[in-house]
């Protein structure tokens, strides 16, 4: 499968903790952009990098958030102080610039605070 | 403030009818629209999409129509079958520089077989 994939699937924290989810984009995308979808509701753009440049943020993202994609590959997202309002689908999509806007989404990271 | 939405939040449609989902959107700067699937417990999945130059645009069992003057999207979905049954999102693409994508809320589709 050469789709984007997300990881863990599932993660259950206690509130004030960190939590961190790993993103592996389609191989030759260069645009990778971060989601949060709570239920009954569409994804909510966060951030999005071009290469390893983040380009935008979201004022959803709060300063306990920090995305990073070093290398240009893969991307991790990291909350600290994790607060019970932070329990969502956390959604990775990739895109190749130039080649429209289409974004092909991963399986998402369901987050539960406890 | 400007956003993606939808007429109705759930459609239930018997198994070998024609399912019309439908989306107004309110920046008439958008040029590019898409519509996706969810299925629960996964990813949005890609289903077709929309230059705003184009009226109509077909796909296999599914067709899209985009009226400009009344900013209405709407995502047809011929002989819809049980595997058809998910949320339907419409999202936008606003243009320029701006390559995020705005989702409205969905509609969730049921068949009845």
């Known amino acids: 499968d050469t789709g984007v994939s997300q990881d863990p699937r599932h993660k259950i924290t206690k509130r004030g903790q960190n939590v961190t989810f790993r993103c592996d984009p389609i191989?030759?995308?260069?645009?990778l952009y971060w989601y949060r979808q709570t239920l009954g509701q569409g994804p909510e753009f966060l951030t999005y990098?071009?290469?390893?440049?983040?380009?935008?943020k979201s004022r959803l993202l709060s300063d306990r958030f920090s995305a990073e994609r070093p290398k240009g590959s893969f991307s991790t997202l990291e909350i600290q102080r994790t607060e019970q309002g932070d329990s969502a689908m956390y959604l990775c999509?990739?895109?190749?610039?130039?080649?429209?806007?289409?974004?092909?989404f991963g399986p998402g990271t369901r987050l539960t605070v406890l | 403030g400007e956003s993606v939405g939808l007429h109705l939040p759930t459609l239930s449609v018997q198994e070998g009818d024609n399912s019309i989902i439908n989306c107004a959107y309110s920046?008439?700067?958008?040029?590019?629209f898409i519509w996706y699937k969810q299925e629960s417990g996964k990813g949005p999945q890609f289903i077709i999409d929309?230059?705003?130059?184009?009226d109509k645009r077909q796909g296999q069992r599914v067709t899209v129509l985009l009226n400009k003057t009344v900013k209405h999207l709407s995502l047809q979905i011929a002989a819809t079958q049980p595997g058809d049954s998910a949320v339907y999102f419409c999202?936008?693409?606003?243009?320029?520089?701006?390559?995020?994508?705005?989702f409205g809320k969905g509609t969730l589709l049921t068949v009845n077989p």
């Open positions: 999202a936008e693409n606003r243009g320029g520089s701006n390559y995020k994508l705005t």
């Open positions: 990098f071009q290469n390893e440049a983040q380009l935008e």
């Open positions: 929309i230059r705003s130059n184009m």
């Open positions: 920046n008439s700067a958008s040029d590019y």
């Open positions: 191989s030759e995308h260069n645009r």
């Open positions: 999509a990739s895109s190749l610039a130039g080649v429209g806007f289409v974004e092909y």
